[in-house]
């Protein structure tokens, strides 16, 4: 790989006078910053983004931390962040935490050490302990997104989940089902609390009763979803419809229903929450309600961006985003009684 040296040399000039020409550092006449350029130009030398960081004191690198890059739903927001940041001179990195609070504790200092401009995290928790740890650890411009963390006057941008669950739930009691269970998240998660309240809500404002045991273990993952509703429709008297909180657990349920031979809407009417790019390619194509996830990656990066460019404080304000209801092949009228589905 070429170095300053190759550059210096290519170009007739001393090494501090490369430098000072390809990173402005000192005065250096035209005609030397022409023929270092050319240099440059000729070997194919890269300037180490990092030392020019700490030389200028700017970055413009943006680091995004989600739960999970190999989720649908996070990797469309890296997309849309990535796109917003090329257009404003910006290089954004993405991380994996997989929900993991020593893994995110490991990305956020090797991000520091990168002295990146800002900071995009969807975090692994949301109570007041972990808002104080991460007001600790993070030192520059961040913005929430996905869930709020308690304490913390970082602005956020996430999704109604609360409205989003009581949709999909209104959706299958609209068409006559009853008995509904709900693939739920992760315990002790502001997501995961407020899309049960959502399928609680719709439940008891129709009358029906709600019960912990009708939230099945899901973990916002494939596996446990998979197993979980394997098991539940197993069993006499299976429920007639299943809503799940998440896109993994969303697929997770429909394997399970393929691996049990039950057809769907026939047996059994499933509604998940997050849409999948892949969606028309399954049979059936799931109804699902769809979270605006390019209006809310793009939000986000423009606040943080009005943070970094623009000196913007952070307010604490959280912007909530509607879900969308969107209909397709998962999802019908039961066809048999509750009795019947043995």
């Given at each position: 790989?070429?170095?300053?040296?190759?550059v210096?040399?290519?170009a007739?000039?001393a090494?501090?006078?490369?430098s000072?020409a390809?990173?402005r550092?000192?005065?250096v006449?035209?005609?030397?910053?022409a023929?270092?350029?050319a240099?440059?130009?000729?070997?194919?030398?890269?300037?180490?983004?990092?030392?020019?960081?700490?030389?200028?004191g700017?970055?413009?690198?943006?680091?995004?931390l989600?739960p999970?890059?190999?989720?649908?739903h996070?990797?469309?927001?890296a997309?849309v962040?990535?796109?917003?940041?090329?257009?404003?001179?910006?290089?954004?990195?993405?991380y994996s935490?997989?929900q993991?609070?020593?893994?995110?504790?490991q990305?956020?200092?090797?991000?520091?050490q990168?002295?990146?401009a800002?900071?995009?995290?969807?975090?692994?928790q949301s109570?007041?302990?972990?808002g104080?740890?991460l007001?600790?650890q993070?030192?520059?411009?961040?913005?929430?997104?996905?869930?709020?963390?308690e304490?913390?006057?970082?602005?956020?941008?996430k999704?109604d989940n609360?409205?989003a669950?009581r949709?999909a739930?209104?959706?299958l009691?609209?068409?006559?089902?009853?008995?509904?269970?709900a693939?739920?998240?992760?315990p002790?998660l502001?997501t995961?609390?407020?899309?049960?309240?959502?399928?609680?809500?719709?439940?008891?404002a129709?009358?029906?009763?709600?019960?912990?045991?009708?939230v099945?273990?899901?973990?916002y993952?494939?596996e446990?979803?998979?197993?979980?509703?394997k098991?539940?429709?197993e069993r006499p008297?299976?429920?007639?419809?299943?809503?799940?909180?998440?896109?993994?657990?969303?697929?997770g349920a429909?394997?399970a229903?393929r691996?049990?031979r039950?057809?769907v809407?026939?047996?059994v009417?499933?509604?998940?929450?997050d849409d999948?790019?892949f969606?028309?390619l399954?049979n059936?194509a799931?109804?699902?309600?769809?979270?605006?996830?390019?209006?809310m990656a793009?939000?986000?990066i423009q606040?943080l961006?009005?943070?970094i460019?623009?000196?913007?404080?952070?307010?604490?304000?959280?912007?909530?985003?509607p879900?969308?209801?969107v209909?397709r092949?998962?999802?019908?009228r039961p066809s048999?009684?509750?009795?019947d589905?043995v």
């Amino acid at each position: 790989m070429p170095t300053i040296k190759d550059v210096a040399r290519h170009a007739g000039v001393a090494i501090s006078t490369a430098s000072a020409a390809i990173n402005r550092s000192a005065p250096v006449s035209e005609e030397i910053i022409a023929k270092v350029e050319a240099a440059v130009r000729a070997i194919g030398y890269v300037p180490h983004g990092a030392a020019q960081s700490l030389r200028s004191g700017q970055s413009r690198l943006i680091g995004l931390l989600v739960p999970n890059v190999a989720n649908p739903h996070f990797s469309a927001m890296a997309r849309v962040i990535e796109n917003v940041c090329l257009s404003a001179g910006y290089l954004s990195v993405v991380y994996s935490s997989g929900q993991d609070e020593d893994r995110e504790n490991q990305i956020l200092r090797m991000m520091r050490q990168q002295r990146v401009a800002g900071l995009i995290i969807v975090p692994t928790q949301s109570h007041a302990d972990h808002g104080r740890y991460l007001a600790e650890q993070i030192h520059v411009p961040t913005v929430l997104l996905d869930m709020p963390v308690e304490g913390l006057t970082y602005n956020a941008v996430k999704l109604d989940n609360a409205r989003a669950t009581r949709m999909a739930t209104d959706h299958l009691l609209d068409l006559g089902h009853t008995d509904i269970v709900a693939l739920g998240g992760l315990p002790g998660l502001l997501t995961s609390t407020d899309r049960l309240r959502g399928f609680r809500d719709a439940l008891e404002a129709r009358g029906l009763p709600f019960s912990e045991a009708n939230v099945l273990a899901g973990g916002y993952d494939f596996e446990p979803a998979y197993a979980s509703v394997k098991a539940v429709m197993e069993r006499p008297n299976r429920p007639s419809g299943v809503i799940s909180f998440s896109n993994l657990m969303t697929m997770g349920a429909l394997q399970a229903f393929r691996d049990l031979r039950l057809s769907v809407p026939g047996d059994v009417s499933l509604v998940g929450v997050d849409d999948l790019d892949f969606a028309d390619l399954l049979n059936p194509a799931p109804t699902v309600i769809r979270a605006p996830i390019a209006e809310m990656a793009r939000r986000s990066i423009q606040l943080l961006l009005d943070e970094i460019e623009k000196r913007d404080r952070p307010s604490g304000k959280l912007e909530v985003f509607p879900p969308e209801l969107v209909i397709r092949g998962s999802t019908s009228r039961p066809s048999t009684s509750p009795q019947d589905r043995v």
